[in-house]
């Protein structure tokens, strides 16, 4: 009977034992998935936070590149009107000269603002495309070829770190 009881005892905790280890994985199983779970939410956080940083500075970037937009377009009439100038002053058939202190400011501001970014459009003799261009008006073309084509431009185009910040005006061949 000692034997038994003994027998039984030692079964019963085997049993008990087999029971805790049972209960021991459960819980290693129900960490690992816990903690599974948590690496997943920690990468995504990290995931959007990166993100979040990279639109932030992008968006810092464009804020700095056109900040200054507002006043190079109000400056742009001025380059116009000194682009007019310049334009009568070459005219051989005028008695207008440009002094060459006119020319020297003329010359710095158009630097100036090249080293901010802003660049003239080229429209003459191009073809007509009105992503760029506001056509004034349409003539008849010279010759065939000049058909569709930018034949005169009233007001120049600008650039602003490559963005269109004024089309170009220009008179159409057609």
Known sequence: MAKEKITEELEEQIREEQIVEEQEEDTVEVLKAELSEAKDKYLRLFAEFENFKRRNTRERLDLLNSAAQDTISNILPVLDDFDRAKKSAEDENTKE?????????????????????????????????????????????????????????????????????RFAKVVVGK
């Open 97 to 165: 000269e440009l002094s060459e202190g006119v020319l020297m400011v003329y010359n710095k501001l158009y630097k100036v603002l090249e080293a901010k970014g802003l660049k003239p459009m080229e429209s003459d003799g191009q073809d007509f495309d009105p992503e760029v261009h506001e056509a004034i008006t349409e003539v008849p073309a010279p010759n065939d070829e000049m058909k569709g084509k930018v034949i005169d431009t009233i007001e120049k185009g600008y650039l602003l770190n490559d963005k269109i910040i």
